[in-house]
Each structure stands twice: as C-alpha cells, then as structure tokens.
C-alpha cells in the first residue's frame, strides 16, 4: 500500500537520498517540509513532491519517484497532493523548474514561460538563484478557486 502524508524530519535522509537518484537538487529543501508531500510504501520514502509557499505564488520542486516504481501513477498522484495542498494555502500561481520532465506538467495546467515572467518572490529561492541551472524550463500553472479541495 503507497500512502501520501506531510514529510517529518525523520523522513529527510531518504527525501535527500532520492532525490539524488533523481538527479534533482537538494538545496533548500528541508527548509519546506511542512509542504513537502511524501510517500511511503513498506515503510520506504518512495515519493515525493514539495512546495515553497511565497504569499500567493508557490514554487513545487522535488517531483521524484523511486526509479523502480515509475510508471504506476505514483508521480501524478503527488502532483495532484501538491497542488490541493497550494489551493488549501490559498496559492493563485504555481510555478516550477524542469530539466528533463517538460512533459509531464501540461496535463496539471502547467505552460511554458520565460523565466523573466517568474514571480520575483520565487526568481529568489535558493532553487531558481543556485539549485537548479539556468537552462532548466520555467512552467506555470493558475489555479482556479475550488472550495471542495
Ligand atoms: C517525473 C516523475 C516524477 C513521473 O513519475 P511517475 O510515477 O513515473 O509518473 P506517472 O506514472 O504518474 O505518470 C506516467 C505518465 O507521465 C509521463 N512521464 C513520466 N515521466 C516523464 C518525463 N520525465 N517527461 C515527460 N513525461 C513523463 C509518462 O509518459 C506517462 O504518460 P501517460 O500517462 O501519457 O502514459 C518521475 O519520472 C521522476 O521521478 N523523474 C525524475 C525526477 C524529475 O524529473 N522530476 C520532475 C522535476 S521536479
């Protein structure tokens, strides 16, 4: 069974060791775990996917699956946590950066942009500034208001 919940502290070496399989950056990131989303199977962080709230704009980073499991679903289903949980914080706009997953965003309403229409609250995280190269797609995706999530 694969749960999803609010990462914990105890859950932060295994979140910075699959992220590293991942070849996502690390930097910054236990400085969100209150929005960072994990999953767990068989007591393993298999999964994750993580906000950085900046008033009404949010960034989401750290969309990862463990390598074996990719394929079942598992990276949609933390997208889909992750932008419930932006709505439930009242986020309007959430913006990401991406080297090789391009692709998978659109389906979430996410659409390219340059990065110069990033939000300038977000263009100074730690992932927009050092994290992540400046090469990377910047996408952005309006959340319509939903009172049920
Ligand atoms: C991107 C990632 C999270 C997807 O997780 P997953 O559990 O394999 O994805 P799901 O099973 O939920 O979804 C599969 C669908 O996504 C698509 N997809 C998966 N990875 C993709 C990628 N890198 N680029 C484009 N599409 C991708 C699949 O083709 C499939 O499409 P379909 O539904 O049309 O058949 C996972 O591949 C991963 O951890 N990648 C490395 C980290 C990364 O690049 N993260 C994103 C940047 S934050």
Do not use: N, W
């Not at 767990?40 to 699956?65: D, M």
């Not at 913006?95 to 263009?123: C, H, K, M, N, W």
Request: charged share 20%; glycine share 8%; aromatic share 4%.
């Amino acid at each position: 069974m694969t749960t999803i919940a609010a990462a914990t502290s105890a859950d932060l070496p295994a979140l910075l060791e699959l992220l590293g399989q991942s070849a996502l950056p690390t930097a910054g990131l236990a400085d969100h775990l209150d929005t960072t989303l994990v999953a767990h199977e068989a007591g393993h962080v298999v999964g994750s996917a993580a906000l950085e709230l900046y008033g009404t704009t949010a960034l989401l980073r750290s969309v990862a699956v463990a390598p074996g499991l990719r394929g079942r679903g598992l990276g949609q289903e933390l997208t889909r946590h992750a932008l419930a949980l932006a709505r439930r914080r009242k986020i309007r706009t959430v913006y990401l950066l991406t080297e090789t997953a391009g692709g998978f965003f659109p389906r979430f309403g996410f659409r390219a942009i340059s990065r110069d229409a990033v939000d300038p609250a977000v263009q100074r995280s730690v992932e927009f500034t050092s994290a992540c190269p400046t090469s990377a797609l910047a996408m952005a995706a309006e959340l319509e208001r939903r009172a049920s999530t």
